[in-house]
Structures are given as structure tokens and as C-alpha cells.
């Protein structure tokens, strides 16, 4: 089971990452005719609070939405990814601390490697 300090560091990162994506946002946002504020609204992090605003002021023509979209789906599905890969790769691992390394590769590091089962 996992300790409610990892839980709080895990939770921790991803607030920061969302509060600073909003703040960024807000100030583009000033200008949303800017450049500033168009480069938001296809980096992942900010395209859920930049690419709406913008539409709604009317700075976003039909491709530059469709392209927005299509930006956001991918990176939502390229870091799903990755979870699901370190988290099948560490979640049955109890009672030692892994490694993102190990968990991305799904190794385990406790286990025997392959030259020592060849010379057993």
C-alpha cells in the first residue's frame, strides 16, 4: 500500500504543473491575439485552458482548432501510455522501493539476472 507521503508528492507535481499551465494561460490570455497566447494553445500543458479562450475572442480559425485537438488527444494519449507501462511495471512490486528505470524497462532489480541462472 502506498505511503501518504508518495501519494502527496505525486499529487504535488501534478498541481504545480496544472497552477503554473493556468498562470501562464491567464497572462497570454491578456492578448489573445499575440503569439504568446497562439504558441499556448498547441503546447499540451495549456491547450485545455488557452485554445477555448481564444476561440471564444475568435483568434482561432477551424485548423488551428482542429490542429489544437489533435495536439491535446495525442499528448493525452502518449502519457497514458507511459503510466500504464510504469505502473504495470511497479504497482505488484511490495516492500522495495523502484527504480523508474526499472519499472520502465520492467525489470526486477531483486531478481536474479541471466548470467547467473546460466552459471547455476
Not at 498541481?15 to 494553445?41: Q, T
Request: aromatic share 4%; hydrophobic share 55%.
Amino acid at each position: 500500500m502506498p505511503h501518504q507521503g508518495d501519494l502527496q508528492r505525486s499529487a504535488g507535481v501534478l498541481s504545480i504543473v496544472l497552477v503554473f499551465a493556468l498562470l501562464v494561460s491567464v497572462i497570454a490570455l491578456a492578448d489573445p491575439g499575440g503569439s504568446f497566447a497562439g504558441v499556448l494553445s498547441f503546447l499540451p500543458p495549456t491547450v485545455p485552458m488557452g485554445a477555448p479562450a481564444r476561440l471564444i475572442a475568435g483568434e482561432m480559425s477551424a485548423a488551428a482548432v482542429a490542429l489544437s485537438l489533435t495536439v491535446m488527444l495525442a499528448s493525452t494519449a502518449a502519457v497514458l501510455a507511459v503510466a500504464m507501462r510504469i505502473h504495470a511495471n511497479a504497482v505488484l512490486r511490495l516492500g522495495t522501493r523502484v527504480k523508474l528505470r526499472d519499472a520502465w524497462r520492467g525489470r526486477d532489480p531483486t531478481a536474479p539476472s541471466a548470467s547467473v541462472r546460466a552459471a547455476g
